[in-house]
């Protein structure tokens, strides 16, 4: 990091906390012991989303990282990365609007080794942009995605793998990625990408034939993104290609599907799509992890004071 001189390092991934919270937190003071300024992590979730922010000739511009919510994930009294809620985005979009910054997200997400953006992906970030974020960059998918213009704004959807040189058998998409500059002035932004790839020997930016072949390679990924319907058939073949991530919830077999195996995922269907049950699940899911389950167990008696919340208190003359 002292070689490369960022002004800022973005820590908000899913293993920023994979050590707990000792490490996690000695690495941010090294961080700040050298000058560097941390977005995306810190002791609380109010302390990493705190943006950096930057100005020059007159332009303030306002950075805030997130990753979606895998492991080490902060809470309001934990500390971790910065979990991804539309609700503090937004928040974080409109504060640095009203201090008249222009706002960028830094984003950690999106499906792994998958060269196009998913649909939820698209859809999502392009939010970030209707509710005022001037840029949108991404990262974590382990391969190069393509970029668009949406509303006049950049939409970088994954930036690739920086330097990764022990993955040594991946595909080739494993060991390219690009750099990206952002360029706002006169009320308009522009997005750049410069192309590298990377050995066990170090990072080197492509020039000549190589770079040219890698922008051919970058108009190729980002074509489909425009498409909606082509958008989201590449997503269904991906989904089959990833199939090992449905095996998680049962033993599903392309070969297998039929009448009955339907019926028998319906359920799993309806936890999964539903927001309200996928929240109940979740939650409960989250409190299994967190062994938070015997302190929500103390509160029995909560439950009893919920079943008659549930009685509506009609008096003498109703009916319970």
């Known amino acids: 990091l002292r070689v490369l001189g960022p002004d800022v390092v973005g820590m908000a991934n899913n293993h920023t906390f994979d050590f707990g919270e000792e490490p996690m937190n000695g690495t941010l003071l090294m961080l700040e012991k050298d000058g560097f300024r941390v977005i995306g992590a810190g002791k609380n979730t109010d302390a990493a989303y705190r943006p950096a922010v930057f100005e020059k000739d007159g332009v303030k511009v306002s950075v805030t990282a997130v990753n979606e919510n895998e492991f080490g994930c ?57 509710i005022g974020a001037e840029a949108v960059v991404a990262a974590h998918t382990h391969c190069p995605q393509g970029m668009e213009y949406y509303r006049e704004k950049p939409v970088v959807y994954s930036l690739g793998n920086f330097f990764f040189p022990e993955s040594a058998t991946q595909k080739e998409s ?30 080197k930016m492509l020039s000549g034939e190589e ?44 070969e297998m599907i039929n009448d009955d195996s339907v019926n028998a995922i319906k359920s799993i269907k309806n936890v999964l799509g539903c927001e309200a049950h996928n929240e109940l699940v979740r939650n409960t899911m989250y409190m299994i992890f967190e062994r938070r389950v015997a302190a929500a167990d103390r509160l029995k008696h909560v439950y009893g004071e919920l079943q008659e919340m549930r009685t509506v208190p009609l008096g003498p003359t109703g009916e319970e």
């Not at 539309?86 to 499906?111: D, K, M």
Request: hydrophobic residues 35%.
């Open 74 to 130: 902060s809470a309001d009294d934990k500390p971790g990365s910065a979990g991804y809620s539309l609700t503090r985005v937004t928040a974080a979009i409109q504060s640095a609007r009203e201090r008249g910054e222009a706002p960028v997200i830094f984003f950690h997400g999106g499906n792994e080794q998958d060269p196009f953006p998913s649909p939820g992906k698209r859809e999502l970030y392009r939010h970030f942009i209707d």
């Open 174 to 203: 494993w060991r390219h990625g690009y750099l990206c500059t952002l360029n706002i002035e006169n009320g308009k932004t522009a997005a750049g990408i410069d192309p590298y790839r990377f050995d066990e020997n170090g990072v």
């Open 211 to 254: 770079k040219e072949k890698f922008r051919e390679y970058f108009d190729f990924i980002s074509a489909p993104i425009k498409d909606e319907k082509l958008l989201e058939d590449l997503f269904d073949a991906w989904c089959m290609t990833s199939f090992s991530y449905a095996k998680k919830l049962g033993d599903f077999r392309v």
